[in-house]
C-alpha cells in the first residue's frame, strides 16, 4: 500500500510507528519545516487501532478526551459516535487525520525498521528496514507505542495446538466467527475483559483462562458524556487546557476527601458516583489518598469486590473473579460492558489456573493439573511487553557500538522519557519515564510530539545541530521517576507497568506517575531553563547547562506547594506567643503517629525547676527493660513542646525499640542561653540515674534530637563528658543547629522556600543567644572539643540551610575521632524528614534513624526489629 517508487537517501527525519504519535509527529516536524519519512510494519495507519480487531476492542478513555486537540479545526469536522468508541471507529479517524493533513505520502506501509545505527563522524543515524533499505536521517525518533509488542504465551505446548490460534493484538483483518464453537481464552486484562462478552455470544461453550482477577467497572457506554461535550462547545480552549494540566489528561476536580477518615455515607456516596460515572478518571479518584494508603485502597477494592459478588451468582466464580493479590489501580482497571455478567451464562466457565495451572496445549485443547479440555479455537489475551518492548526490538545503536538493548539490560534508563545518554538525537515518544500510559495517551503524545519540535525549532534557530542527555540530568530523573513511584501502592504489584508479566524483564516501575501536569511542567521548566540537562552542539559550538530537573522528593513538593496556598505569615513577624499558637494549630491538624505500648507523662527535676517529660514505651517491651533515648524536641529554643514531636517520638520508639524519655526545657525568649543545654544535661543526668525505674538499661542511654533539639543533644554529650559522666551510648542529631555561622552555602542555596528560612533561623538566633555568646560551643557544639565523644548519626537533608553546618559537625567528628554515620535525606527539607504520616518518602530515612539508634546499642533486646 503506498509505497512510494524510490526511498530519498537523506531526510531530516525519520519516525518509526503511524499511530496517533507518529502521525502528528510527522505533521509537527513538516510544519516546521523539516523533510521526514515515517515507517510503519503495518499495512495502514493506525498503530493500536490497526492491530487490536478483537471483538469489544475499544478505548477506555472517553472520546471527547481520547482525540487529537491540536487543530480547533480538526474537532469541528469530526464526531464521535459513542463515549468509548469501537476500534473500526477510532481506525477511521486516525485514516481520516491522515487523509486530511495528506501524511500518507511521506509513510512507507508494511515496512519494519529493523536497526538504526549513530554515526559520529557524520552526525547521523542510518536506519535500515526489513526490505533491506537504508536511509541516513540526523533525528531520528521512534513513535513506536507503549503497547504495539504481543507477549508471546508462555505456556508449554503453545505451538502444538491444531486449531485455529487468534492474538487478539493481531486480530484477523476479516474477522473471526466462533459460532458453535468450544473457545478458550487464556487472560483477563482489558483486552480479555473487552471481548469475552461478545466471544460468549457465539460461542457454543467458553471457558475462560484466569491467571490474575483484574478490577474492572462498568463503561456505561452510551452517547459522548453531554457535560463534556457542553464545556467543550462553550469553551473548547479552556477544556483542552484544563487537561493538559490535569493529572491523567482529563480535566477533573481534584479530591481532598481522604478515604480512612471519610464517614460511611461519604464513601459510599462517592464510590457509587464514580461506579455510576464509568470514567477511570472517577474510579481513580473516589480518595485522594487511595493509591497511597492501604487503608484507603482497600475501602474501594472491597466495595468493587462487593459488586462482583452481587453480579455473579455462583459464589465461588464470583470469589476467583475477585481481585485480592493487589492493590486497587496499582494494574490498570479495566472498563467493561457485561463482563461479570457473562459468568451467569451456561456455557460459561471460570478456570482459575491458580488453583488449576494448564500443564500444556496440546493438539485438540488444553490440559490443566486437573483435567483435558477439548477446543475448536485458542484465543491469547495475554498482553504486551510494554513500553519498553518495541524500543529494543529494533537494534538501536548508540555512541561507542552501545546498543540501547545493552544499555538497558537492568531497566530503562531515560531522560523526560524522551531520550537517553549515548544516543545523540534519538528520542522516544511516551517512552519510559514519562506520564503515557498512566496518563490519557492523547494528551500524552501531543505534549511529547510539541515539545520534540519545539525543541528542534530551537536549536536550528541557535546554529545546533544534535542534542544528548548528560548523565547527571537522566540519572536524576530516573531517581525522581522512581522517588514518584516509591510513595504510591505502585510498586507493590506484579504488573506490566512494572515489567513483571514478561519473564525476565527488569523489575522497574516504567511509567512516571507524578502527573500530566508535573510532567509537563518539568519539560517546560527544562526548556526554560536553556534545555537543562541536555548537551547540544551545532558546528563550532557547544551549549550545556548540566542539572537535575526533580531534586526535591515529590511530597514534600506537594507539602511546600499546599502550604504556599494557606498564606500563612511569616513566622518572624510574629510575637514568640504567637508563633507558638500558629505551630501548635498547624501540629493539631497532623496524623498522630504510631500507636506505641505505652505513654506516660511525668517530671523530671531541672536546675530550675521541674521539666515535663513523656515516655514511649515501645509495644512488647513489658517482657524486660530496653535502652533509653533522651529526645529533645525542635523549635528553635523558642517553639515546640511535648506534643510538637509526638508523632516523630512514637516513630522512632517503634523503629528503635527503645524507651523514648522525650524532655521539655526552658524556651528563649523568656529564659535565654545556656538553660535549654543545662537542662538538656540535667535530664540526662536524671534519666541515667533513674534507668531502672524508667524501664531502662542501666548504662544503656543514648541521646537525641532534631533542630534546636539536636543542638542541645550534641552539647549535652560535650557536657557529660567534660564532667566524666554519665555514659552516653550515642547521639542522634537530626538536621542538627551544629554552628551559629550562616554563611555556608546551605543557607545560600536553601534559605528561603523551604519552611526553616534564613530569616527564622536569625530571629531564633536573636530570641536565644547574645551574639558575644553564639561562639560558646554550648551554643555551637561544632566550636567545642570533640574528643572523646559519644558515637553520632548525623541526618543532614539536602534543602535545610543547617545541611553544611549538619554535615561539617559530622566530618569535625570524624576528625576528632569519633564514629559518624551520615545520613544524607534526599530531596527532604529541614521539617519534612519530621512529618509522620504526612511525608512518606521521610520513612525510609527514619528507618534509618531507627537502625541507627539499635545500633548505638549492642544488647540483643535492642536490635530485635519491632518494626
Ligand atoms: C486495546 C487497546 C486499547 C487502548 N485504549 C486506550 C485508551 O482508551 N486511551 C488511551 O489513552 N490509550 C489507550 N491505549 C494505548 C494506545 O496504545 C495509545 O493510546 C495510542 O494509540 C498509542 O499510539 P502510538 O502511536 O504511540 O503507538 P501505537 O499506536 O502502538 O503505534 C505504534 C506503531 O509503531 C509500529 N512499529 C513499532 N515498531 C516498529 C518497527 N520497528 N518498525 C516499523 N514499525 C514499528 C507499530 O506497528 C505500530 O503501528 C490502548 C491500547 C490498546 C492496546
Redesign the pocket.
Known amino acids: 500500500m503506498n509505497k512510494p517508487a524510490s526511498v530519498p537517501e537523506q531526510v531530516d527525519a525519520v519516525v518509526?510507528?503511524?499511530?496517533?504519535?507518529?502521525?502528528?509527529m510527522l505533521y509537527r516536524l513538516r510544519q516546521i519545516g523539516l523533510s521526514v519519512k515515517a515507517?510503519?510494519?503495518?499495512g495502514d495507519?493506525?498503530?493500536?487501532?490497526?492491530?487490536?480487531r478483537?471483538p469489544g476492542?475499544?478505548?477506555?478513555?472517553a472520546t471527547p478526551d481520547?482525540t487529537y486537540s491540536f487543530d480547533p479545526e480538526l474537532e469541528k469536522e469530526w464526531t464521535w459516535s459513542e463515549k468509548?468508541a469501537t476500534?473500526p471507529e477510532?481506525l477511521d479517524y486516525l485514516r481520516f487525520v491522515a487523509d486530511r493533513y495528506g501524511l500518507r505520502s511521506d509513510i512507507e506501509f508494511s515496512?519494519?525498521?529493523?536497526s538504526a545505527r549513530w554515526d559520529e563522524h557524520e552526525k547521523r543515524w542510518t536506519v535500515t528496514?526489513?526490505h533491506g533499505e537504508e536511509i541516513r536521517c540526523r533525528y531520528y525518533i521512534?513513535?513506536?507505542?507503549?503497547?504495539?509488542?504481543p507477549k508471546s504465551p508462555d505456556i508449554e505446548g503453545a505451538g502444538r495446538f491444531a486449531g485455529p490460534v487468534y492474538f487478539?493484538?493481531r486480530w484477523p483483518h476479516e474477522g473471526v466467527d466462533f459460532t458453535g464453537q468450544r473457545v478458550a481464552v487464556i487472560g483477563t486484562g482489558?483486552?480479555g475483559i473487552?471481548s469475552i462478552p461478545l466471544i460468549a455470544r457465539q460461542a457454543s461453550q467458553l471457558t475462560v483462562f484466569q491467571r490474575t482477577p483484574n478490577f474492572s467497572i462498568p463503561a456505561h457506554n452510551g452517547p459522548a458524556p453531554a457535560d463534556r461535550l457542553q464545556q467543550l462547545d462553550e469553551d473548547r480552549d479552556g477544556y483542552r487546557h484544563d487537561a493538559r494540566w490535569s493529572r491523567i489528561?482529563v480535566p477533573s476536580e481534584p479530591t481532598d476527601v481522604l478515604g480512612v477518615t471519610a464517614s460511611e455515607a461519604v464513601r459510599r456516596e462517592r464510590f457509587e458516583a464514580a461506579w455510576q460515572q464509568g470514567e477511570l478518571v472517577g474510579i481513580v479518584s473516589v480518595f485522594a489518598d487511595q493509591l497511597l494508603n492501604p487503608a484507603s485502597n482497600d475501602i474501594v477494592a472491597e466495595m468493587i469486590r462487593a459488586k462482583i459478588r452481587s453480579i455473579v451468582k455462583d459464589p465461588g466464580t464470583a470469589e476467583t473473579l475477585c481481585p485480592k493479590d493487589h492493590y486497587f489501580g496499582t494494574k490498570r482497571p479495566c472498563l467493561d460492558t457485561g463482563y461479570f455478567d457473562t459468568y451467569n451464562l451456561p456455557h460459561v466457565r471460570l478456570v482459575d489456573l491458580r488453583k488449576q495451572p494448564i500443564v500444556s496445549i496440546t493438539e485438540d485443547g488444553i490440559e490443566t493439573a486437573d483435567e483435558s479440555f477439548g477446543f475448536d479455537a485458542i484465543v491469547y489475551a495475554t498482553g504486551?511487553d510494554a513500553m519498553t518492548g518495541?524500543?529494543v526490538?529494533?537494534d538501536v545503536t548508540g555512541r561507542d557500538s552501545l546498543s540501547l538493548k545493552e544499555k538497558w539490560a537492568a531497566g530503562p534508563s531515560t531522560y523526560l522519557g524522551l531520550m537517553t545518554a549515548g544516543f545523540p538525537n534519538f528520542f522516544m515518544?511516551?517512552g519510559p519515564g514519562s506520564p503515557?500510559?498512566l496518563?490519557?495517551?492523547?494528551?500524552?503524545?501531543e505534549q511529547h510530539v510539541d515539545w520534540v519540535a519545539g525543541c528542534l525549532k530551537d536549536m536550528r534557530e541557535e546554529g545546533l545541530d544534535t542534542i544528548e542527555p548528560t548523565e547527571l540530568a537522566e540519572s536524576g530523573w530516573n531517581q525522581h521517576v522512581q522517588d514518584c513511584a516509591a510513595i504510591t501502592l505502585m510498586p507493590t504489584a506484579n504488573s506490566w507497568y512494572m515489567g513483571a508479566n514478561v519473564p525476565g524483564k527488569p523489575r522497574v516501575f516504567l511509567p512516571y506517575i507524578g502527573g500530566v501536569d508535573g510532567y509537563r511542567q518539568a519539560c517546560d521548566d527544562v526548556a526554560g531553563q536553556g534545555y537543562l540537562g541536555f548537551r547540544m552542539t551545532g558546528p563550532g559550538r557547544e551549549q550545556c547547562r548540566d542539572g537535575v530537573i526533580r531534586r526535591m522528593q515529590p511530597d514534600v513538593a506537594m507539602v511546600l506547594e499546599l502550604i504556599a496556598t494557606m498564606d500563612l505569615p511569616p513566622m518572624e513577624t510574629l510575637s514568640a506567643d504567637d508563633a507558638r499558637a500558629l505551630m501548635a494549630a498547624t501540629a493539631a491538624t497532623r496524623p498522630p503517629g504510631p500507636e506505641v505500648g505505652e505513654v506516660t507523662d511525668g517530671v523530671i527535676p531541672g536546675p530550675a525547676g521541674d521539666l515535663p517529660y513523656r515516655l514511649y514505651r515501645p509495644a512488647g517491651s513489658s517482657e524486660g527493660p530496653r535502652p533509653l533515648v533522651v529526645y529533645f524536641h525542635g523549635g528553635g529554643w523558642v517553639l515546640g513542646n511535648l506534643d510538637s514531636d509526638d508523632p516523630l517520638c512514637r516513630d522512632l520508639c517503634e523503629r528503635s525499640g527503645a524507651v523514648i524519655v522525650s524532655v521539655n526545657y526552658r524556651h528563649a525568649p523568656e529564659v535565654r542561653f545556656p538553660a535549654a543545654a543545662l537542662d538538656a544535661f540535667a535530664a540526662v543526668q536524671w534519666a541515667d540515674a533513674n534507668a531502672i525505674e524508667l524501664g531502662g538499661i542501666p548504662g544503656q542511654l543514648s541521646v537525641a534530637g532534631w533542630s534546636a533539639g539536636a543542638n542541645i543533644a550534641a552539647v549535652a554529650c560535650q557536657l557529660a563528658r567534660d564532667a566524666g559522666g554519665p555514659h552516653i551510648s550515642g547521639q542522634m542529631l537530626i538536621c542538627p543547629v551544629a554552628d551559629s555561622d550562616m554563611t555556608r552555602p546551605s543557607y545560600q542555596e536553601n534559605g528561603d522556600g523551604y519552611i526553616l528560612t534564613t530569616a527564622l533561623m536569625r530571629w531564633f538566633w536573636d530570641h536565644y543567644a547574645d551574639p558575644a555568646d553564639r561562639r560558646d560551643p554550648r551554643a555551637a557544639p561544632l566550636r567545642g572539643d570533640l574528643q572523646g565523644l559519644p558515637p553520632a548519626c548525623i541526618v543532614a537533608a539536602d534543602f535545610d540551610p543547617l545541611r553544611d553546618e549538619g554535615v561539617a559537625y559530622a566530618r569535625a567528628l570524624e576528625d576528632a575521632g569519633v564514629p559518624v554515620r551520615l545520613t544524607r535525606a534526599r530531596g527532604h527539607t529541614h521539617t519534612s524528614v519530621t512529618m509522620v504520616g504526612v511525608v512518606i518518602s521521610g520513612a525510609p530515612v527514619r528507618a534509618e534513624i531507627g537502625e541507627a539508634l539499635r545500633d548505638f546499642f549492642p544488647s540483643v533486646e535492642s536490635r530485635e526489629r519491632v518494626s
Do not use: E, P
Open positions: 518509526v510507528g503511524a499511530g496517533f504519535s507518529g502521525l502528528y515507517f510503519d510494519s503495518a495507519v493506525g498503530g493500536t487501532w490497526y492491530w487490536n478483537y476492542a475499544r478505548c477506555d478513555i481520547y468509548y476500534q477510532i515496512t519494519a525498521v529493523t528496514t526489513g521512534m513513535a513506536t507505542g507503549c503497547l504495539s509488542v487478539t493484538s482489558s483486552s473487552q489528561g504486551f518495541a524500543l526490538a529494533a515518544l511516551t503515557s500510559v496518563s490519557n495517551m492523547a494528551v500524552s503524545i
